[in-house]
């Protein structure tokens, strides 16, 4: 069973335990009240008389029953057999159908996410999510799913792995946003299949966070500036990548292949997008002088500012602190120009 279930089902045998629980201290209540009226003694032997009833301990009563008395305790005991009976399932229940390792697992899976830092929240996993989340669980960047369908986070768990960390909750509810570490994230996906929604998830996000990247799903054309304006850094339509996807290929398929195993290959070869601000011995530098290919093998196929973009850049392109390189290598490749600039 997947443990996508693990929060109703939970729910629920919670409940029917502490519904048990609820109904021992009515009997116990109960039968201290009745034995306190029927045969006038104090409440303390009252409640005596009540727990070795519903123990079965089998100790003797306080004081001699009268009729109504010796009445009571056979109701009380047919009715704590009972309660006893329901518990005993319930708790049997719980442990035999995994109740108790599923709610673990979803202890354990809200310790891990709020343990996450720099990570990227996806909300949605319909038609477009499910790709998203299996692109991401192929990166190294952690993230966690955020949706509202049940049948849709089971089928992710299914097609991508049963590992993502998700929570089953509407993404424009600041609280459900808490709970997947928006205050420690990096970025946020706005991937649900209604631009209304998606417009309140960037509106919420935005007022949370100021400074995280929002990336929007758009449906309908004629809403792409009111997600901007609501937020997003970015609006994807599906639609209309999809339709030039489709072009490229019949143009142009063997740029279209070669990009696609870049991108999602098996193999550690691909793009990859360099902040020359977190390699302080690249700035100032030309191309030439960081010697970026001959030291790692990367392969620079353009210098990324703001808007503007230089590709196949010469030897005395000069590197400043808000270039992104993008590059062609492995992350070995890149983890070797990390160790450069450390050593540097």
């Not at 054309?221 to 019949?250: C, F, H, T, W, Y």
């Not at 353009?302 to 230089?310: F, M, Q, S, T, Y």
């Amino acid at each position: 069973m997947n443990f996508v279930r693990t929060s109703r089902l939970a729910q629920y045998s919670l409940r029917r335990l502490l519904g048990a629980v609820v109904l021992l201290g009515i009997v116990i209540t109960g039968g201290t009240v009745g034995y306190w009226l029927i045969e006038g003694w104090t409440l303390l032997e009252s409640l005596y008389m009540t727990m070795i009833t519903i123990t079965t301990i089998g100790y003797g009563e306080p004081r001699p029953l009268s009729s109504n008395g010796t009445l009571f305790t056979l109701v009380l005991i047919v009715t704590t057999i009972g309660i006893i009976g329901y518990s005993l399932s319930t708790v049997t229940a719980f442990i035999v159908e995994g109740e108790f390792n599923r709610i673990l697992r979803g202890q354990q899976m809200d310790r891990r996410i709020q343990r996450m830092r720099d990570h990227v929240i996806l909300c949605g996993c319909g038609s477009t999510g499910l790709y998203i989340a299996e692109s991401l669980h192929n990166s190294p960047t952690p993230f966690v799913v955020v949706e509202l369908n049940e049948s849709r986070i089971e089928r992710m768990l299914e097609h991508v792995s049963d590992d993502v960390p998700y929570i089953m909750g509407d993404a424009t509810q600041d609280e459900i946003l808490r709970r997947a570490g928006i205050e420690h994230a990096k970025g946020l996906l706005a991937a649900v299949s209604d631009d209304k929604d998606n417009v309140f998830i960037v509106l919420t996000a935005r007022s949370m966070k100021a400074d995280l990247r929002i990336v929007a799903r758009l449906i309908n054309e004629d809403n792409a500036g009111k997600l901007r304006r609501a937020g997003a850094d970015e609006v994807v339509s599906p639609n209309a990548i999809g339709g030039q996807r489709m072009a490229s290929v019949m143009m142009r398929p063997s740029v279209v292949s070669f990009l696609d195993e870049l991108s999602h290959g098996p193999s550690p070869l691909g793009f990859d997008e360099i902040p020359v601000n977190d390699f302080p011995s690249l700035i100032g530098k030309t191309l030439g002088e960081a010697h970026i290919a001959a030291e790692t093998g990367m392969l620079v196929v353009a210098i990324h500012n703001g808007a503007d973009a230089r590709f196949n850049p010469g030897r005395d392109a000069v590197l400043h602190a808000d270039d992104v390189l993008l590059v062609i290598g492995t992350p070995e490749q890149r983890a070797q120009l990390e160790r450069i600039d450390l050593g540097s």
